[in-house]
Structure formats: C-alpha cells, structure tokens
C-alpha cells in the first residue's frame, strides 16, 4: 500500500510537473514576450529590456526554467511585479491560501450531507416521486451558472453580507494566527467577530457547494443503485434486516469507495476553481488571485499560483487514493498482487 502511494504521488507529480512547463514557456512564448505583454504596445525598449533584465527572462528558456525551480524549493517564488508594493508572491500565496481552504472546506460540509441525502433518498425510492425530485434538484446544481447563482443569492438575501471574509469595521490585528477567521475567532473568545466571519461565509459557501452537491448526489444515487442489486444485499434482507439497516450498514459502506473518490476530487477541484465564487463575492482567496494575476499580466503570481494548486492536487488525490484502498481490502489486494 505505502509502495502504490508513492507511486501514485510519482505519477501525478509528473503530470503537474508537465503542466507547470507548459504554462511557463507558454508565458515566454507570448508575442513579443511578457515584458511586453505587462508593459504594454508603448513600452519603449530601453524599458522591456530592463523588464526582461530585472525578471532574468532575457536568460534561455530551460536556464529560467532551472533557475525558478531551485529558487522555488527554497519558497521563493519572485515577486508579484504589478501588485502594490510588489510583495513576494509566497507571502501572498500563504496569506489567501487559508481564506480558499475555508471557503472549500465549508462549502463541502454543505454538499456533503445533502448530496448523500439525496442520493441516499433517490436510491431508496427508485423510479417514485422522491427520486424524480432528487435527480431534478442535482440537474439543477449541476446546470445553474455558479456567477448566476451568486449574482441571485445576493438579490434574494440582501442582509446577508456579500463581500469580504469580515465586517470592514473589524481588525483581524493581533488575533489573525492561523489565517481562518473561524478558528482564529474562536481561539481568541470573540464571539461576534466569529458571527461575522460565519455570516460573510453563508452566501458564498452556498454558492460554491451547489456543483459538488449535485455530483455528490448522483453518484451516490447510482452506487447505491448497484450496491442494492447484490447478492449479500438479497442474503442481508432474507435475514430480515429492513430497509433502513440494508442501506446504512450494508449499502453505504459497499458504495463508499466511488463516493470517496468523488469527495476527494471535488476537494481538490473546489480549492483549484473557486474562480467565479470569489470574484462574485470579493473572496480574498487564491482563485481571485489567480483571476488578477491573469487580467494583470502579472506572470510571476500566476506561475506560482499554478505550482502551489498543483501541489495541493497532487495531495488531495494521492491520499484520497490511499484512503480507498485503506477502505477496500480488494484495491489493496489488486495492488499488491500488480507489485
């Protein structure tokens, strides 16, 4: 099992690794190169020169290539050139880093429960009216535009705070240790500084987790569907075990192995592609980042966005994996009969 993880961890670095490269020649391959691009068409070249010196983009390609990755395992990862003061893009990176996590992690503590509902729930009345409504609902999720969505959640729910992690009147000064506001809050004892930091979180977690919910709910619907239809499910109900026992104690377990995988993926997804939620709500986050460092042209936050969403794909799936085969014995079995 240890030898399968590290060489799923292998195999998927490699693919970020590649992805990575191509994003950073393909920022060096932009017409006239990414002085221009940042500077402008009116740039004099005495000015994309200095640019080109100062960046060390007038190096070759496989030398800066090089060059970014040693300097990246020491946590250097350049400055962010057009963000005010031009602070290091690490510093920023571990600043709005926590503000997505949170964001992810809240939106999933919504999805999770109500998509294994309604999968639960569509499966146990298959083809009657609560199944309809169910596959409805998750057709919904899944087909509403995530903008639109937090465009109507701000219409609909005008008390409701809809920008920000905080009330602006607030100073997270001297109580911001961990970087989430709930926890830090809650550390500190401030009670309504906690209510604030919760409410800012309600219309954009609803938001972000309606995809995942729909998902969530699909895929349980059609693993319990399968689970249902097996032999030690008919050996389980012939023992006069009800309904309620059949799918909590014998289903659910059965079909939990696609639905971790599903979980994992879509943790993964949400802390890559917070994109529109954040930028519809103001979220301070990585996604927003990775929006302005894109509209800006501001190629060293965006190259170094994209390494650290890569890193976290790689360890969300790579444990998500491990953590199915520590569920299944038949995954661990196949793995160590193909070692």
Request: proline residues 5%.
């Amino acid at each position: 099992m240890f030898l399968s993880a590290v060489t799923r961890l292998i195999r998927a670095a490699v693919t970020v690794f590649a992805v990575f490269v191509i994003v950073f020649v393909a920022i060096r391959l932009t017409p006239g190169g990414p002085a221009v691009a940042m500077l402008g068409q009116r740039a004099t070249e005495a000015e994309v020169a200095r640019l080109n010196h100062e960046m060390g983009w007038d190096r070759p390609i496989p030398e800066q290539l090089f060059r970014y990755l040693v300097r990246a395992a020491q946590g250097d990862l350049g400055i962010a050139y057009l963000s005010p003061g031009r602070p290091k893009v690490s510093k920023e990176l571990a600043r709005l880093f926590p503000a997505t996590v949170e964001l992810t992690l809240s939106a999933l503590l919504i999805a999770i429960p109500l998509g294994l509902t309604l999968g639960t729930i569509a499966a146990a009345f298959r083809d009657r009216w609560p199944d309809r409504i169910a596959i409805a609902l998750s057709s919904l999720g899944v087909s509403i535009p995530i903008f639109f969505l937090g465009i109507l959640l701000l219409l609909l729910f005008p008390s409701m705070p809809g920008s920000g992690r905080i009330d602006i009147s607030v100073s997270m000064r001297g109580i911001d240790r961990t970087g989430f506001y709930l926890i830090d809050t809650l550390l500190a004892g401030r009670w309504n500084l906690f209510q604030s930091a919760a409410r800012h979180l309600v219309l954009p977690a609803m938001t972000l987790a309606t995809v995942p919910m729909a998902i969530i709910a699909r895929v349980t619907r059609s693993s319990l569907l399968e689970v249902l239809g097996s032999d030690y499910i008919r050996t389980a109900r012939a023992k006069g075990v009800n309904r309620t026992g059949v799918l909590l104690h014998h289903a659910l377990p059965g079909a939990a192995v696609p639905i971790i995988s599903l979980l994992g993926l879509q943790l993964a997804t949400l802390l890559a592609g917070a994109v529109l939620t954040e930028t519809v709500f103001t979220w301070p986050g990585i996604g927003r980042y990775v929006m302005l460092a894109a509209s800006q042209k501001d190629y060293n936050a965006l190259q170094g966005a994209v390494l650290l969403l890569g890193i976290v794909f790689i360890l969300v799936n790579t444990a998500t994996d491990v953590l199915c085969a520590w569920f299944d014995p038949r995954i661990r079995r196949r793995e160590g009969a193909s070692e």
